[in-house]
């Protein structure tokens, strides 16, 4: 009997729903094993009946549960709380569920700040709705990673996460593991380029200038960004956004790690480790605008982004 499956976005971008679809051939190998019994991205189910006359929110009850996107408001917080109840296993997957990704960086602004910002005076874009409109469910205090609000059995980082592991964590549960998690290496674990552990020292340089590299050459031959004088955090983050083989996504562009897969191990500090990583490279990491925003990117739930305490005045 194929396994039954929830799989619902929150605040989400739908990218993590298409890294799903990139399962390509081994999709259709486990297909037959699976039944979505409800999907917000391809299946018309609604949670409030077709027709949008129920009055209580309908999730079937599944075998497994896959969450992608962080908690933004309390539509959303019910909706997670709900599917919780209804599944045996739930997946976080991607970034924004694994860590609140980078919505998250709202975090560093009190609500009502945010919504005066972008919503109120954009100067860019026709006006949104007013956050505050009875019709609009309400945020919640932060944008919060799901397990901050249910109990998580498994955690898929990556923005996008990479298809392989979407396919190998669902293939572990239908082998009837109820673990899995991606091996605890860096993104310069797996990153080809020459490393000499010093730079030219000095500030962090800002992308106003160019990296070096040479296009005909293989990046064997590219000196790491971080020694070039710019930020990659890929010292501090979680490796695997090439699937089980290959070099990193954003190094094989040559552009430097942004730490979308997050921290290598649960209770790391990536801010503070990469401040090290600067420094031990010579660079000075006090130097980097907006370090903390840069350096927390994709991970600005539990906590680890904050809206500080203004400055008192010199
Ligand atoms: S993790 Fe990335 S791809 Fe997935 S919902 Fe968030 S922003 Fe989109
Ligand atoms: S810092 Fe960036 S460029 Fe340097 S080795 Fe690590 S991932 Fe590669
Ligand atoms: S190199 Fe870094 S930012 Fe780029 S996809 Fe990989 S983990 Fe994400």
């Known amino acids: 009997m194929a396994v039954k499956v929830v799989e619902d976005w929150l605040n989400a971008c739908s990218g993590c729903e298409i890294s799903i679809l990139n399962i390509g051939d081994a999709l259709l190998g486990i297909l037959p094993q699976l039944e979505f019994v409800h999907m917000t991205a391809l299946i018309d189910h609604k949670f409030f009946g077709q027709l949008g006359d129920g009055t209580a929110m309908d999730i079937p009850e599944a075998v497994v549960g896959i969450v992608s996107g962080g908690v933004r408001n309390e539509e959303m917080k019910h909706e997670l709380e709900e599917i919780r109840k209804k599944v045996k296993f739930l997946i976080s997957l991607g970034s924004c569920a694994c860590y609140g990704g980078v919505p998250a960086q709202a975090n560093m602004f009190k609500n009502e700040e945010t919504f005066e910002k972008v919503f109120r005076q954009s100067v860019t874009t ?185 400055r008192p005045a010199r």
């Not at 009837?176 to 674990?189: F, I, M, N, Q």
């Not at 983050?237 to 790690?257: M, S």
């Not at 990117?297 to 680890?304: A, F, K, M």
């Open 126 to 310: 026709e006006p949104a709705p007013d956050p505050k409109d009875p019709n609009v469910p309400p945020w919640t205090s932060t944008c919060m990673a799901v397990d901050e609000v249910v109990k998580v059995d498994i955690a898929i980082p990556g923005c996008p996460p990479h298809p392989d592991w979407i396919a190998e964590a669902i293939t572990a549960l239908l082998e009837g593991k109820t673990a899995w998690s991606l091996p605890e290496r860096s993104v310069c674990d797996t990153c080809p380029v020459i490393r000499e552990q010093k730079s030219g020292g000095g500030p962090v340089k800002r992308w106003l200038q160019n990296m070096e590299f040479n296009p005909e050459e293989g990046l064997e031959k590219m000196r790491c960004i971080n020694e070039q004088g710019f930020l990659c955090m890929g010292p501090v983050t979680l490796a695997g956004c090439a699937g089980k083989t290959g070099v990193p996504r954003c190094i094989q562009a040559r552009t430097p790690c942004r730490g979308c897969f997050g921290p290598i191990r649960k209770g790391a500090r990536p801010m503070v480790e990469m401040m090290g990583a600067l420094t031990s490279v010579g660079l000075d990491p006090k130097s980097l605008v907006d370090r903390r925003a840069m350096m927390n990117r994709y991970i600005g739930g539990h906590g680890v982004l904050t809206v500080l305490p203004a």
